[in-house]
């Protein structure tokens, strides 16, 4: 089960932005939750994540 402030979190996430509610969403709770699942797992572990990600600098990354 999630803590009240995930939840909190959660329900103001899943307030689609204006690029997003342009497309719509079907599941936005659920969306909002898979994001801020992602974006903690890349805050708590940056150097495990970082080369996975396609928004982060090159540092230390070769481009083969």
């Known amino acids: 089960m999630t803590e009240p402030a ?3 979190r959660i329900d103001t996430r899943a307030e ?3 690029e997003e509610a342009a497309v719509g969403s079907e599941v936005p709770r659920e969306q909002a939750s898979a994001i801020l699942e ?3 797992e890349r805050t708590l572990h940056p150097e495990e994540t970082q080369l996975a ?3 982060t600098p090159d540092e230390g ?3 083969d």
């Open 16 to 18: 689609l932005l204006p």
């Open 61 to 63: 990354r070769s481009s």
């Open 53 to 55: 990600s396609t928004q």
């Open 6 to 8: 995930d939840d909190a």
């Open 38 to 40: 992602e974006s903690e």
